[in-house]
């Protein structure tokens, strides 16, 4: 069977286990019981249905336990952000809408992908529709808008919805369905750098009786130059749905999602090689400010086709359940990259010294650091000056490797919910089961050197097309073999199961609400590394497999001392999660010595899978009030993490200066325990009909345990703020203006877990490692005007208004991404 006709066939398994429980259906549709007026019970929903004072406000989430609930009793913070409300900023990223309603923050991705923070902690995979697809190794791209109905984001570990998920939390973007009327839009952006699209949203009603209604969704984005130099962004997606009513208790939905997207692997640019542990990045001296290194066969491509169905069945009086089933196929090409490197040295072209200081831990530029050994097990620090030379002698290499990243999954989901009221109490019980399977190709190419760039000749820079090496190991039987792996062949197989149970109890008029929850989970990992190093084939062709068996709990506690203010605690854990197919079983070579004829190294050793574990605890008070105009919570947390993952960002440094022999040697991803703890605040409110103000602060730290050292990418502070205000009467009916304030403090700019030294320093012991470098924090201000009719509107923007210089984001060294400067948006949407 070819590549195109299992991805065929896996689509269609999926919807085939739909089929036995249709043909149930019709044979013998379930009727609910007569209904008694004294005795009718809300049933639990798996769907969103209610009516907003507010179209920036849902007071009702899905993503803490599968079925609707209002926001204000879900013992854990959950923020909400609309459609409505992502149309209205101009949001390109999910990101971009999020940060107004709650505090998240970009990462170290700012393009290519939806990478985000929340709570200290980094998602980088694609979760949407209540899955995780691509796998936990893979990472999403930036996934589009037109095809999101809502997005929710859940504070914390959740252990019905993401059981050993990221400890921080995760966004839940909700994808379109049908709607029960006939409605059309089309919508046309416009922008300067990014933000050229086209979408389509049209949904018709098929046949009345049965509600049965199809949905198409289309977008199409052409973006052939952004700010930065040779970085473009084009691609399209194409979204049909359909639903019908199979019977009165009784709804299928059908959804597919197919989309391409092509754009620069962008890598940012190295940062001045005088900027130390305690300075802020800043890029290096004689780059122009929107430089790229890259051209465009630089490029990231990603596709994505994905099916999903969903039975919807009202059983009886009392309990409604789910049959969700969806396969997915995903693929990420990344040839190449635009990162480069400088090199520290006192050769020609060098930039000229600097290191961490033994004693402190910190980067000093132009000092070359040493140790020397003392009789007594110790060590001392000598130090060298090696000044930084003039930008003129400095020269960039260039050197990039090769990814082809390829998902084929299929998610089983099957949920019930028992909803029964006394005369004193209230009792909603969830139960029901997920799996997972997926399996991973992934061919990883070494770096290639693409030739040198001098600073003070950067307009003779050059693309020749890139010659990766071959995919085996080194050939030792060369006189000098000069790597150790030259890339990378893995295949591997992941089956997970969860089964959960979690019960919500109201008493005293919903006064009092107790909720607990369990879920047990099972996961298997099979891996085969078919060629890493010749140096013992029969080890290195032996398929590892990692099995974890493991609960994750919750436990909640509501009070509502008055009906619009309810006070909450909780407690979450993550369990435990299976590896990402892509570390686990890592195979590392400690040191190797090459002589002229012949080769030394000591025996390999195995990555083993660790896994991760934590818990969340937090307490805060939540409100609704004035007729919905007005919502808030505040929230305390404390989360506490071993075992989390995060990339090592030294590895990417020397991949960059050619140093790849090197870079194998290194651990990546390394592992740190983490705890974060601190508050966050987030508000809407409409004091009148035409003024909607957003708002969202926090204040916490992250550090690892022991060292206290920081993470990279995390802020301590973060908020944001949004006004919108429409006119409504008088000459200006119609017109709108909006303004919206993003505030993130300073983050380091790496990883590091390691120690200065490996034996004590007289005096002093032994020192951990600081960040070589901060991002410094930012201030950035959009101001936005709109004009609406009934059947169309108009909206243009001015993003970060005030042309504020500053980096977005950075990893290492050597990959500091600018920001845009001034971005002039225009939307126009025309509804039928």
Not at 433 to 455: I, Q, T
């Amino acid at each position: 069977m070819n590549r195109t006709n299992h991805r065929i066939a896996l689509a269609c398994a999926g919807l085939a286990a739909l089929l036995p429980c249709l043909v149930r259906a019709q044979a013998n549709p379930p009727t609910a019981a007569p209904a008694v007026a004294d005795e009718v019970v809300e049933l639990p929903q798996f769907v969103i249905s209610e009516k907003r004072a507010n179209p920036y406000l849902s007071g009702q989430a899905l993503s803490t336990s599968r079925v609707a609930m209002l926001v204000q009793d879900i013992p854990q913070t959950v923020s909400v952000v609309t459609a409505e409300f992502m149309k209205d900023s101009m949001s390109f990223r999910m990101l971009d809408a999020a940060k107004y309603v709650t505090p998240v923050v970009e990462s170290t991705l700012p393009w290519g992908g939806d990478r985000y923070t929340i709570r200290g902690f980094q998602v980088s995979q694609e979760f949407i529709d209540g899955s995780v697809i691509s796998g936990g190794s893979g990472y999403s791209m930036s996934i589009p808008q037109f095809n999101l109905d809502r997005i929710e984001v859940i504070k914390g570990p959740n252990a019905i919805l993401v059981p050993g998920g990221s400890p921080g939390g995760v966004m839940n973007p909700i994808t379109k369905e049908p709607m029960s009327k006939d409605a059309a839009s089309v919508t046309l952006n416009l922008a300067q750098y990014n933000g050229n699209d086209f979408g389509v949203d049209v949904n018709r009603v098929l046949n009345e009786q049965n509600k049965m209604a199809f949905r198409l969704v289309f977008g199409i984005w052409r973006n052939d130059q952004l700010y930065i130099k040779n970085h473009f962004r084009n691609g399209y997606e194409i979204s049909p749905s359909f639903s019908v009513e199979l019977s009165p208790v009784m709804k299928l939905v059908v959804k597919a999602d197919f989309l391409q997207n092509r754009e620069t692997n962008l890598a940012g640019l190295p940062i001045d090689p005088s900027v130390g542990s305690n300075q802020t990045a800043v890029i290096a001296r004689g780059l122009p400010r929107d430089w790229s290194f890259g051209n465009s066969d630089d490029n990231r491509h990603r596709s994505t086709e994905r099916l999903s169905a969903e039975l919807r069945t009202t059983m009886g009086s009392h309990v409604t359940s789910r049959l969700y089933v969806m396969a997915d196929h995903v693929r990420r090409i990344d040839p190449g990259g635009t990162g480069s490197a400088l090199s520290t040295g006192t050769a020609a072209g060098r930039t000229g010294g600097g290191s961490r200081n033994p004693t402190t831990g910190m980067y000093e530029p132009g000092v070359n650091w040493s140790t020397v050994a003392n009789g007594d097990g110790t060590v001392s620090a000598v130090s060298t000056a090696v000044p930084i030379t003039d930008p003129s002698t400095w020269i960039y290499t260039r050197n990039n490797g090769k990814v082809d990243l390829e998902y084929e999954e299929a998610h089983l989901k099957n949920d019930y919910a028992a909803q029964f009221d006394g005369a004193w109490f209230k009792s909603t019980t969830l139960g029901g089961l997920a799996a997972d399977f997926s399996k991973v190709r992934f061919l990883s190419w070494g770096a290639a050197p693409r030739g040198d760039v001098a600073n003070n000749n950067l307009n003779a820079i050059t693309y020749p097309p890139y010659v990766f090496p071959q995919i085996r190991p080194a050939d030792f039987s060369l006189p000098n073999p000069t790597s150790v792996q030259s890339g990378g062949d893995l295949t591997s197989r992941q089956y997970t199961l969860q089964a959960f149970l979690f019960e919500t109890f109201k008493a005293w008029n919903d006064r009092i609400q107790v909720s607990a929850g369990v879920s047990r989970f099972y996961g298997n990992l099979s891996r085969t590394d078919n060629t890493l190093t010749a140096l013992n084939a029969t080890i290195l062709n032996t398929a590892p497999t990692y099995a974890i068996t493991t609960n994750a709990k919750t436990l909640g506690l509501v009070i509502k001392p008055i009906k619009q203010i309810s006070l909450f605690a909780s407690r979450n854990t993550t369990g435990g999660a299976m590896p990402g197919e892509l570390s686990a079983g890592t195979y590392l070579e400690k040191t190797t010595t090459f002589g002229p004829d012949a080769y030394h190294a000591t025996p390999v050793t195995v990555q083993q899978f660790r896994p991760t574990s934590g818990s969340q605890d937090e307490f805060g008070v939540k409100t609704s009030a004035l007729a919905g105009r007005l919502t808030a919570s505040f929230a305390h947390f404390k989360i506490s993490q071993q075992n989390y993952g995060v990339p090592n960002s030294e590895y990417y440094t020397l991949v960059a200066q050619g140093r790849q022999a090197e870079a194998n040697l290194l651990q990546n991803p390394i592992y740190l325990d983490l705890a974060s703890k601190g508050w966050e605040f987030e508000a809407t409110y409409s004091p009148v009909k035409n003024l909607t103000i957003l708002g969202n602060y926090t204040s916490f730290k992250e550090r690892q345990p022991i060292t206290d050292v920081r993470v990279r990418g995390v802020p301590d502070k973060a908020g944001a703020l949004y006004l919108d205000y429409q006119f409504t009467s008088g000459p200006l009916t119609g017109f709108g203006i909006n303004v919206g304030v993003e505030y993130k403090g300073d983050v380091a700019g790496e990883n590091v877990n390691a120690y200065t030294t490996t034996m004590p320093i007289r005096g002093i012991g032994l020192v951990p490692q600081q960040p070589s470098f901060l991002v410094a924090g930012r201030t950035l201000v959009n101001i936005g005007f709109s004009y609406k009719r009934p059947n169309w509107s108009v909206r243009f923007m001015v993003a970060n208004a005030f042309d504020k210089d500053y980096i977005l984001a950075a990893g290492s060294r050597t990959s500091a991404v600018v920001g845009d400067p001034r971005n002039i948006k225009g939307s126009f949407t025309y509804t039928f």
